[in-house]
Nanobody, 121 residues
């Protein structure tokens, strides 16, 4: 099994900042990709920012100028620094990773439980 510890969500005013953290643990041999997705009520889940399997970063157009994704490979942790937050950023943010489990030759896709981000005055 793989577990995610997600933190950093909360309520902030427009223009404020939050830093999300996602730490993966458990039966992990290696991580191919890891990042953050979000889903607002009534909308589809969308990618916010992620490290791809090739080590490149990918951002949503709405996030690329304001958000920065980073990682600590030694801790199996990815961070999302979110600045200049807007009300439209309000959503449940989910950590996602493609992980090869210890003792396995295959890859699996895993999701965290989510952390709520609310941007409101």
């Amino acid at each position: 099994q793989v577990q995610f510890v997600e933190s950093g969500g909360g309520l902030v005013q427009p223009g404020g900042s939050l830093r999300l953290s996602c730490a993966a643990s458990g039966s992990i041999f290696s991580i191919s990709s890891m990042g953050w997705y979000r889903q607002a009520p009534g909308e589809q889940r969308e990618l916010v920012a992620a490290f791809t399997s090739g080590g490149r970063t990918s951002y949503a157009d709405s996030a690329k100028s304001r958000f920065t994704i980073s990682r600590d490979n030694a801790k199996n942790t990815v961070y999302l620094q979110m600045n200049s937050l807007k009300p439209e950023d309000t959503a449940m943010y989910y950590c996602n990773a493609e992980i090869r489990n210890s003792g396995s030759s295959t890859w699996g896709n895993y999701w965290g439980q989510g952390t709520q981000v609310t941007v409101s005055s």
